[in-house]
């Protein structure tokens, strides 16, 4: 008997304000969550809803102005800079809307490179990554760079660089935007595969509800608050 | 580009100094003595033969030579050129030590003479015979280097040859007998070379002594010189740190998304400014490379009347300043993507 497992990251009673010049902008506003293993969360909501505001908290890019963080246990607002860096680093995959590869690297060197990061050998980094890409069905492509690679083959690559370092968080912020419909539902199958292969914690963020209903559950966010539904 | 232009200016006033320095760089010697009317000019200096005598008297003076100048010309192969006829009293101070070929004359041999490398570039070899002002004639035995004066090159004779010579050209000057150059002074090892001419000074009337470093820059020429070159090359390298720093910032603002793209995925900041800065001094190298090649074939077009030579010291001494201006350059830059923040490859999107 499996002792219940503890959620990779709770988020309790969040709020985030933005001092935006012309007056205080709430983009996240008292909202509590729990990311568990194994499972591929949908974050919708209307722009300008604080998707991406959430998810930063989430993945330790911004620290919240009240309430916790909890990362496995750990409150992110006791780690100073260089902790919340080597967190992103070796337990926090990022997606990101556009692929945001580096232009003169191959799709194998974009992806060990955040191997570096977290302070993989290079030789197992190098080895990692053409494995991930060969998972994603990218393995003919890995000396490719990116400007010889599809939206979505990029797309897919910047997948592999999230799994790379075996994270308990995949985080991903539309990562179809820029993709054709059917492109983009590939792109969020693979995100889902690889949460439930690599049994991590998934959050996507999508206002396509077609793609969110390929999530194992559908959070919604109005105005910074998460809503029923 | 830049550093092209740096070391060109560094490599032109290196040369023009060494140029000008020649002889006296070319001594071995501690503290070079006038009469206070010279005014620290060697073409001037007569100093009294007792008072030379007398020096060798002076605590912490060693050895005494004289050194003499006297602006010529000479006859070689390939028609006259002007210059300095340099009066030295062999085995002394006054002796230069940068001998390439055959020997130098010794004191009451008349009719020979060692020469500058520099005349060789007019033809003159071992063995010729020079035609001097006032139809002497030097048969040349040795060849000196790196030993000009005023650009000029240098003829090195007897002092009694010097001193007939200039006779002849300045009659008006009066007797040379009991007047020589300049005395040149060895200083016993454990001197000091300020403090032995103050006690030259002291000894003797009208006379100035200084180090011998004091005398070169005492030269024409050569102060007005190094400062006018030292502030040029000075404002290249500024130019060179503001340049690099438009660069670099131009560089870091452009990848600002690819920056926070990295510090989100996790890159310490350390890793980043080190990347950059590793990228900086490789652009760095391939400038001075460049440069370096650069000046090196532009000296080798350039015209002789020109002096343009470079020497490792000075690109060494470019090398490292400009290095610094890169880095100063290049700081602003680096701390702009040392405080990038990751949460911005979120809420900017990235391009
Ligand atoms: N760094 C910031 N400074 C000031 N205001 C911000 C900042 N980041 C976000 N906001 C504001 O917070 C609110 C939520 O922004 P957020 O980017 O989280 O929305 P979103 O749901 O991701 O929208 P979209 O679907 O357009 O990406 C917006 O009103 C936005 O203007
Ligand atoms: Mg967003």
Redesign the interface.
């Known amino acids: 008997m499996m002792a219940e497992e503890r959620a990779v990251v709770e988020v309790e009673a969040c709020t985030k304000s933005f001092d935006a010049g012309a007056g205080v902008v709430t983009a996240v506003d008292d909202v509590s969550l729990e990311l568990v293993r194994g499972e591929l969360v949908a974050l919708v909501g209307p722009s300008g809803s604080g998707k991406?505001?959430l998810?930063?908290l989430v993945?330790a890019?911004?620290a919240p102005t009240a309430g916790t963080v909890r990362f496995e246990g750990t409150d992110l607002t006791d780690l100073d800079d260089?902790q919340r860096?080597?967190?992103?680093?070796?337990r926090?995959g990022?997606v990101?809307?556009?692929a945001?590869l580096?232009p003169f690297l191959t799709a194998a060197e974009n992806v060990a490179l955040?191997g570096?990061?977290?302070g993989m050998a290079t030789g197992a980094a190098r080895s990692r990554a053409e494995q991930l890409l060969t998972e994603l069905e990218l393995g003919a492509r890995k000396d490719h760079r990116p400007g010889q690679l599809s939206g979505g083959e990029q797309q897919r690559v910047a997948i592999a660089?999230a799994m790379l370092?075996e994270p308990r968080l995949l985080l991903a912020?539309e990562p179809t935007a820029h993709l054709d419909r059917q492109r983009g539902s590939q792109v969020i199958e693979l995100v889902a595969q690889a949460v439930h292969e690599h049994r991590c914690a998934g959050l996507v963020v999508t206002h396509d509800e077609r793609i969110a209903s390929q999530a194992d559950r559908i959070l919604r966010i109005e105005d910074g608050r998460l809503v029923d539904g | 580009m830049l550093l092209f232009l740096t070391l060109t200016l560094a490599g032109l006033a290196d040369a023009l100094d060494r140029g000008s320095t020649g002889v006296l760089r070319s001594l071995d010697a501690d503290v070079v003595v006038f009469n206070e009317e010279a005014r620290l000019q060697l073409l001037r200096s007569r100093v009294p033969r007792p008072m030379m005598l007398g020096a060798a008297f002076v605590d912490g003076v060693g050895q005494v030579g004289t050194l003499a100048l006297v602006p010529t010309s000479a006859e070689t192969p390939n028609g006259r050129v002007r210059v300095t006829l340099v009066g030295f009293s062999a085995t002394t101070p006054a002796e230069p030590t940068t001998l390439v070929e055959g020997r130098l004359p010794v004191d009451g041999e008349p009719g020979i003479a060692a020469v500058d490398v520099a005349l060789r570039a007019h033809g003159v070899r071992l063995g010729d015979r020079l035609v001097l002002a006032g139809e002497r004639e030097v048969e040349v035995v040795g060849f000196v280097e790196d030993s000009t004066f005023l650009q000029q090159p240098t003829v090195w004779v007897p002092p009694d040859v010097w001193a007939r010579v200039q006779v002849s050209a300045f009659p008006e000057a009066g007797f040379a007998e009991q007047l020589v150059g300049a005395a040149v002074i060895r200083t016993r090892p454990s001197a000091d070379p300020g403090e032995v001419a103050a006690a030259i000074e002291a000894e003797f009337d009208g006379v100035r002594a200084v180090p011998l470093q004091e005398a070169v820059s005492a030269i024409p020429g050569v102060d007005v010189q190094r400062r006018t070159f030292t502030v040029l090359v000075a404002m290249s390298v500024a130019v060179l740190a503001l340049v690099v720093g438009l660069l670099f910032a131009l560089l870091v603002t452009e990848r600002r998304?690819?920056w926070a793209?990295l510090?989100?995925?996790?890159?310490?900041?350390q890793?980043l400014v080190a990347t950059l800065l590793v990228q900086g001094v490789v652009l760095w190298m391939l400038a001075l490379l460049g440069g370096s090649i650069g000046t090196a074939l532009l000296s080798r077009v350039v015209p002789d009347a020109m002096p343009l030579d470079l020497r490792l010291p000075v690109v060494g001494l470019v090398g490292v300043a400009s290095l610094v201006a890169t880095v100063v350059g290049s700081s602003v830059a680096l701390r702009r993507v040392a405080r990038t923040d990751?949460?911005a490859?979120?809420?900017e999107?990235?391009?």
């Open positions: 991406s505001t998810l930063s993945g890019l911004l260089r860096t080597a967190l992103r680093a070796t926090v990022l990101f809307q556009t945001a580096v955040v570096g990061f977290a660089r370092n912020d | 998304s690819r793209t510090r989100a995925l996790g890159a310490p900041r890793l990751p949460a490859a979120m809420s999107g990235v391009r």
